[in-house]
């Protein structure tokens, strides 16, 4: 078996004609004091809450860690982040929807304990230096125990991503190879701009580095691990595709493996090395196996866009329902109308280099909105520009969301 061969062959199965938009939220949940609800209790609440709805329970070493109701899932992240993922549909109604009748299961439940949501890209006590992600425990899995083990020495943030960030992730659909390649191309060189209309911060003067004081979440991920962040390598090379990315997915270094039910420390090794050292035997593996493994080997890069059967669009911190709808309504206006799209990849045709997109990355870090990025335009005219692209191909209802996001922003400089 050609194990790289399957992934593509698994990325090219997500091919579909649909328009459809998937949503995902962290939350923290927290005190009055800022302090997170820990593993066991969070845990117990998940699977008590998970069984009277009849819901499909989540396990990972012993331990209740979500559930599944047919519309969401619920999962628990390494220090407890409490993440929704909405199933992917056409209509943001439907996502509001959903999410609402979530919010309105989960807060009388956390309320009587004593916590409440929060919606920030990183923790609040973390960001402002009032605690240390060392302050934080790490929920009691073996996945998590191993990534903390290796991102002490693949980068100076793991411990902050893990313990103290968040965000909000959109999927949108593919319907061809060219289709998939061209939207991700369009949304990489776009990033920057995605990222900083979607910052969540406690304080606007709090820094990570010197001298960056905007995408504090963004700077976490990005000096975690150059192995598996950033952007995806090769993505806007000409011959970039199917096999390229499946050729990225089978090289990645995977830390852990998680396969017939067991989670193992492999370090550095990447599928490639686990199949050619006959730590995984491919002649007698079967469907539903094979699908688990590619799972496993694609969630093991954590690039700002995923592809699996979707693209998973990754550079938002965790914001209100409210926030992230306009998002989701900017993200479809651009990526689901066909001249949005065209004109999009012709005028940012100049942009030959992912370097490109993480210096335009580093001058946000530095200036906010202020950035003068692509062809000498600031960060904020850029917004603008995105934003009124989006409009005019939205329906009425979905421009409403898009004022979600406009809200954030002062276009008293405009592009073009």
Excluded at 248 to 268: M, R, Y
Excluded at 333 to 347: A, C, M, W
Excluded at 391 to 415: C, H, I, M, P, T
Aim: aromatic share 12%.
């Amino acid at each position: 078996m050609n194990f790289q061969r399957e992934i593509a062959d698994y990325i090219r199965s997500g091919e579909s004609e649909d328009q459809n938009l998937g949503l995902e939220i962290e939350h923290f949940i927290i005190n009055d004091e800022g302090k997170q609800m820990e593993f066991h209790e969070i845990s117990r609440l998940v699977n008590e809450v998970g069984r009277s709805l009849g819901a499909e329970i989540f396990y990972m070493d012993g331990y209740p860690v979500g559930y599944y109701t047919g519309e969401y899932s619920i999962t628990l992240e390494p220090a407890c982040q409490f993440e929704i993922s909405i199933n992917p549909y056409s209509d943001l109604e439907t996502i509001r929807s959903i999410y609402d009748e979530f919010r309105a299961l989960w807060e009388p439940v956390f309320e009587k304990k004593g916590y409440h949501f929060e919606v920030k890209g990183n923790l609040p006590l973390v960001e402002t230096g009032e605690i240390t992600p060392d302050d934080i425990p790490l929920s009691p899995k073996k996945r998590y125990k191993y990534m903390d083990e290796y991102f002490k020495r693949s980068g100076k943030y793991g411990k902050y991503m893990m313990r103290a960030s968040a965000s909000a992730q959109v999927s949108i659909d593919y319907k061809s190879e060219d289709d998939m390649v061209r939207k991700l191309r369009v949304l990489e060189k776009i990033s920057p701009i995605l990222m900083i209309m979607m910052e969540n911060k406690t304080d606007p003067n709090t820094e990570l580095e010197e001298g960056k004081s905007h995408l504090f979440r963004i700077q976490e991920w990005d000096d975690l691990d150059p192995e598996r962040t950033g952007f995806v390598p090769f993505s806007l090379d000409s011959d970039f595709g199917y096999d390229r990315m499946a050729e990225v997915i089978f090289h990645t270094p995977l830390i852990l493996l998680t396969d017939n039910g067991e989670t193992v420390n492999v370090g550095h090794q990447s599928a490639e090395d686990l199949i050619n050292n006959h730590i995984i035997y491919t002649d007698d593996i079967d469907e539903e196996r094979k699908k688990k493994l590619i799972e496993h080997f694609i969630s093991m890069g954590f690039f700002h866009y995923r592809v699996k059967k979707y693209i998973e669009v990754r550079v938002a911190d965790s914001v209100t329902i409210e926030r992230a709808l306009g998002y989701v309504a900017l993200i479809k206006g651009i990526v689901y109308d066909e001249e949005n799209l065209r004109r999009l990849d012709k005028e940012l045709a100049f942009i030959n280099d992912i370097s490109e997109v993480q210096a335009a990355v580093e001058a946000i870090e530095r200036d906010g909105y202020n950035a003068s990025i692509y062809k000498g335009w600031t960060a904020a005219g850029w917004a603008g520009y995105l934003i009124k692209l989006a409009g005019d191909a939205l329906s009425d209802r979905d421009k409403e969301y898009l004022e979600n996001v406009r809200a954030f922003w002062n276009y008293s400089e405009q592009a073009g």
